[in-house]
């Protein structure tokens, strides 16, 4: 019988204690570090405890990473003298609550229970005690300090052992401390024990560290102890051995899980086979074994004939015997959006350990007529060598196409994947206004919000606006430029013609765009080369055609390919695009950087001006050449033009030119050749200004013979353009980065920003040289071109096709991402995808 004044139960003020002191605790283990607890296999160096907060996994054997319910099993375990025959057993399906995912590059499976024994239910369940004695007891790093009390007391590893009378020490496994609540549990006691003792209440545990030795060794001795001792030990044997009540329910179990995993491991191989390859998923029918029902469909029939996995899967469904398969259109886009989510969060990875980005942003409409916005980060990855990166993120949809609402948008996307604005350092885009605008632009409105991110136009975009400028210059650039399309036009009008020529040539003609001008040189190369053939198919298709307005316009063009003026105008055409040509090939390369683009145009302005020396001269002599193959006079007929008579002008008319030549030679040759001068001098203004911005960054021959009071001046400037005055911060030191730029060693003059940034990772020198290491990473940051947006849009033409038009966003982006970054997808583990596929939502199955 208790004693007068004793409680039989515990009072509502010491309950609401014990609860407050709960979700105090709850509360407090999402702010703890994840740290794992280190394990000791001799069991003696340190002493058994708990972590709170770090994540463990279970023994392989009964791993839950990734499932979607979790086993119950329902019985009484027995004790050692019970009759192991006795206890009856029932597997009930839990539905667990969702888990959090680590931000960590490598997703390790969490345990719903949590580590911290303070923390553990109130009312263990049996399947709990099965995973927490799976575990085990962890313990404590031997390098751990303890805290102390107010009196100076603390828990201390010596007392994780007992000292016999022998002398001989005996480690207590049992002994488990909490960084939680600074106080010690009985691990045996507190899985199995019925009583409410001093080492197992519930959230409290033993903190009298001055009457700890004395409570251990009580403890020691104490008859429950020794029996939740010997269950404990029991459990743990007969789980090592395979020999529990329910190990037959969990084998089945494991086996259903693997059988699933395996099944989702290959639809999720299918499903990035077919997205690398920009295929279509879906036919017109979504059942299996039926004829047009999808290339998903059918990669896994055609797997099922190899493959006993996929074989048993089919199997099962055709039968009936699961309602469950994860083949239907729903899984497809989940499996989807799962590969792209997991690339984009290794992108984002990326570019936080690179810091500085550029963003590229081009816009287009899709097939459905909908303004699609192709986001694009540039960043330099520094490992396991420095490399230019160019990242896409995804198409956004676009309603308006004013600046306002595009810089917005490209806002939003940064902020919905957690990429800080402030560390964007350049921005590329086309010559737009609503681009490029110098008031109202994407560009301006960026630049408002953090002025370090500098605009460079796009060098590709500006090279082909070159060349459209020089053939606008003249009427006789203009007309050629028109027969040569009539060339093309005439014989591809119909198949007589066309075979006809093939008869002729063995390069086709080809068809030019107004915006690639590239497709231009094509279609001149072919008459280059092929002018005596050209004009035997005209005349042979002449004889050939009975459509009267045929013959006329075949016999009109075979007069005019054989002309003079045409085979001058030829000559010079080729000559000038297949020198710009090599030079925007090169612009339009990912890796292209802004030191070397801007040789690169430096050097076409010198060409253009040596061509325009003697570059008529030698066009007419090649232009003899054809005339001889041909077997025509080589002369110039002058095109007399109808003038009208001025009665009054301020200026006097220019003399005409009676030399049909001469003529030729200003008003074509001058004019193309000047205007394209002239607008690759406006056009690339802005990269020869952000190039001095940087100074000898980006050419480090100017450093040879450079004063020091020069070099900072220079050094001075890249400092200001790395610093944004509201932030109050910058980058680097201008002072510091001129005296490391004195104490390089001797290098190649011609050595680019990239081979610079290579050297110093190389042989190790960021320490030495901080902010130079620095400054490189954000010239080479710097994009050029925009042709990575350009080719997204091939991509979007490939993936949202005229049958394919009702797509949705989030599919097409999704299928996007993973085609044109099909190498990250590669990469990804196929184990985190059906973790985290398990882990979005309940499934009906177990994973």
């Known amino acids: ?63 839950y990473e990734g499932t979607d319910a979790v086993v119950t099993t329902a019985h009484n375990l027995p004790t050692t003298g019970d009759n192991l025959q006795s206890g009856s057993s029932s597997i009930i399906i839990e539905k667990p609550s969702l888990i959090k995912e680590v931000e960590t590059d490598v997703v390790s499976p969490v345990s719903a229970l949590q ?61 488990i401390y909490s960084k939680q609540k600074n106080c010690v549990f009985c691990f045996a006691c507190k899985l199995f024990s019925t009583k409410d003792t001093n080492l197992s209440r519930e959230g409290l545990g033993f903190s009298d560290w001055s009457n700890l030795s004395k409570s251990l060794r009580s403890h020691d001795n104490a008859l429950d102890h020794t029996q939740s001792m010997l269950k404990w030990r029991e459990l743990e044997m007969r789980l090592k051995n395979k020999k529990t009540i329910d190990h037959q329910e969990l084998t089945l179990l494991e086996a259903e899980k693997k059988r699933w995993r395996d099944v989702l491991t290959r639809l999720v191989s299918i499903t990035i086979s077919l997205a690398s390859r920009n295929l279509a998923f879906r036919g017109s029918s979504d059942r299996l074994y039926e004829a047009n029902n999808g290339n998903f469909l059918k990669e896994v029939e055609l797997l099922a004939l190899f493959d006993p996995v996929m074989e048993n899967h089919l199997s099962r469904v055709k039968d009936k015997s699961t309602r469950t398969h994860y083949l239907g259109q729903q899984i497809q886009n989940e499996l989807i959006q799962l590969i792209s989510d997991k690339i984009l969060k290794t992108i984002v990875s990326n570019i936080h350990q690179a810091k500085y980005y550029s963003i590229i942003l081009d816009c287009t409409p899709d097939t459905s007529h909908k303004e699609q916005m192709s986001v694009i980060l540039r960043t330099v990855a520094l490992e396991p060598k420095p490399e230019v990166k160019e990242y896409f993120l995804g198409y956004v ?40 605008g110098k008031s109202q632009g994407v560009q301006a409105r960026l630049l408002k919000q953090n002025p370090r991110a500098l605009f460079v136009p796009c060098g590709a975009h500006s090279m082909n606006l070159v060349i459209a400028d020089a053939a606008k210059a003249s009427k006789d650039a203009v007309g050629y430029f028109g027969y040569v399309q009539k060339l093309f036009t005439f014989f591809s009008g119909a198949t007589q013609r066309w075979n006809i020529l093939l008869k002729h040539v063995h390069l086709t003609l080809k068809s030019w765009s107004d915006v690639r001008w590239e497709s231009r040189l094509q279609s001149i190369t072919a008459v280059r080369h092929q002018v005596k053939e050209i004009r035997n198919a005209l005349i042979e298709a002449r004889q050939a055609v009975n459509d009267p307005v045929a013959k006329v316009e075949a016999q009109a063009l075979a007069e005019e390919v054989a002309s003079f003026r045409f085979l001058i105008c030829t000559v010079v055409w080729f000559d000038i695009l297949t020198h710009i040509n090599q030079v925007n090939k090169m612009l339009q390369s990912s890796l292209m950087q802004l030191d070397v683009a801007v040789r690169l145009i430096e050097s076409a302005k010198h060409s253009l001006m040596k061509y325009r020396q003697s570059g008529f001269v030698d066009a007419q002599s090649t232009a003899k050449e054809l005339c001889e193959a041909l077997n025509i006079e080589p002369e110039l007929k002058e095109k007399r033009l109808r003038s009208t008579k001025r009665h009054f002008a301020y200026e006097a008319a220019d003399e005409p030119i009676s030399d049909a030549l001469k003529k030729l030679e200003v ?149 996007a991402i993973v085609s044109i970054n099909s190498e990250l997808a590669k990469a990804l583990s196929y184990e985190e995808l059906i973790y985290d596929f398990a882990s979005r939502k309940s499934r009906s199955v177990p994973l």
């Open 1 to 63: 019988m208790p004693g007068p004044g004793k409680r039989h139960q515990q009072s509502g003020a010491e309950k609401r204690k014990k609860k407050k002191a709960q979700d105090e605790a709850r509360a407090s283990l999402s702010e703890d570090e994840v740290v794992p607890s280190s394990t000791d296999p001799e069991g003696l160096s340190s002493c058994t405890v708990t972590d709170a907060g770090c994540s463990t996994e279970a023994s392989p054997s009964t791993s």
């Open 115 to 175: 580590v911290d024994p303070s923390l553990w239910p109130s009312r263990l369940t049996d399947s709990d005690r099965l995973e927490i004695v799976q575990r085990g007891p962890f313990k404590v790093e031997s390098d751990f300090s303890f805290p102390k009390d107010k009196d100076g007391r603390g828990f201390n590893s010596l007392q994780c052992y007992r000292i016999l009378t022998n002398g001989e020490k005996v480690l207590r496994s049992w002994l």
């Open 397 to 436: 949809e676009v309603f308006e196409t004013t600046g306002l609402n595009l810089s917005n948008v490209i806002l939003d996307k940064l902020q919905e994947l957690q990429i800080p604005f402030e560390n964007c350092r350049g921005q590329a885009y086309d010559n737009g206004a609503n681009m490029k």
């Open 667 to 815: 008003t074509f040759f001058n004019s193309v050749v000047d205007s394209a001068l002239a607008s690759l001098q406006e056009r690339f203004e802005i990269f020869t200004q952000v190039k001095d911005r940087f100074g000898v960054l980006l050419d480090f021959s100017q450093v040879q013979g450079m004063s020091k009071e020069t070099l900072q001046k220079h050094c001075t400037e890249v400092e200001k353009t790395l610093t944004a005055v509201e932030k109050g911060g910058s980058d680097i030191d201008g002072q510091e980065l001129a005296q490391e730029i004195i104490n390089l060693p001797q290098l190649p003059p011609l050595t680019t920003a990239l081979e610079m940034l290579s050297f110093l990772h190389d042989n190790h020198l960021q320490e030495l040289y901080p902010n130079l290491w620095i400054a490189l990473r954000i010239a080479v940051t710097l994009p050029v071109t925009v042709a990575s947006a350009e080719r997204s849009f091939s991509k979007m033409k490939l993936i949202k096709t005229y049958l394919r038009s009702s797509m949705a966003q989030e599919r097409m982006s999704g299928l």
